[in-house]
């Protein structure tokens, strides 16, 4: 129902939707928590996408109404996370349980690199989607000078917020969706520590959406087209060059940023669970 829907508002195209609907078919059927985190980040950002459309539309090279994201954009956004997901289902079925590194290094880590995947997804959406509508001029991460919006490794403070904002939803999401579903332990002793997850995954949000900005500075080509009069992601004879190397499209640095955030993620809780 989801994927139809989404396909018929123009969120996915129809590869999009078709893999869409496996991904949430295996997180759903892994756990309903990790199928809470992946619904909130698909329907808050899909929302933001769709805000302010002609705006977009006149710095973005690449816009599409709606979005409109295929197969490789949703894979690039979720397999990791997937995978994960995925391993957790084979070692323990829908076994639930509160982080606790005592019990389970391997669980504590994987499910930490479950929520890392998606605060930096719904992070860097957020990040982008907000701060392109921002009054505010972007810098360059790496130089702090002003750029054209749409330049890739451009941030605002308005879009940097709006990162730890969107980390902060994917947490309420697991932590909120454990007590729907009665995790006793969110309602013992460890509740309190348990809480820690929100905070952190604001932090992660942040944290994947400064990634991602990196990469793109440096990895990720940029490049204003005297004829469109738009930043664009490839160079041409009529492209001016503003910042990085041709090595890596956007579902690339995705892919990379969504690695890193969920590395660093699975660290971080397996330190502090």
């Not at 969920?262 to 660290?267: D, E, G, M, P």
Request: aromatic content about 8%.
């Amino acid at each position: 129902f989801i994927a139809i829907r989404a396909y018929r508002k123009k969120s996915l195209n129809l590869s999009g939707a078709v893999a869409g609907f496996v991904v949430m078919a295996i997180h759903l059927a892994a756990n309903l928590r990790y199928g809470a985190m992946l619904l909130a980040f698909f329907f808050t950002s899909s929302a933001l996408t769709k805000r302010g459309a002609e705006r977009k539309r006149e710095v973005d090279a690449e816009y599409k109404e709606g979005g409109q994201r295929n197969w490789i954009q949703v894979l690039s956004n979720s397999v990791i996370a997937t995978i994960l997901v995925a391993t957790i289902w084979s070692l323990r079925g829908w076994e639930d349980s509160c982080l606790d590194s005592n019990e389970s290094k391997l669980i504590t880590a994987l499910v930490g690199g479950i929520i890392g995947q998606y605060c930096c997804c719904n992070g860097d959406t957020w990040s982008s989607e907000l701060g392109v509508l921002s009054d505010e001029q972007p810098r360059m991460i790496t130089t702090f000078k002003v750029v054209r919006k749409g330049t890739n490794g451009a941030v605002t403070k308005t879009g940097l917020i709006a990162a730890a904002e969107a980390g902060a939803v994917i947490g309420l999401a697991y932590y909120l969706s454990g007590l729907l579903v009665g995790v006793e332990c969110l309602f013992g002793e460890a509740a309190l520590k348990q809480l820690l997850i929100i905070p952190l995954s604001s932090l992660m949000g942040l944290c994947g959406s400064l990634i991602d900005s990196l990469l793109g500075a440096t990895v990720q080509y940029s490049g204003y087209c005297q004829l469109r009069k738009k930043v664009v992601g490839k160079p041409a004879p009529t492209v001016k060059k503003i910042s990085g190397l041709d090595i890596l499209d956007n579902n690339g640095v995705n892919l990379a940023s969504i690695l890193l955030t969920t590395l660093l993620t699975s660290l971080i809780f397996l330190a502090l669970f």
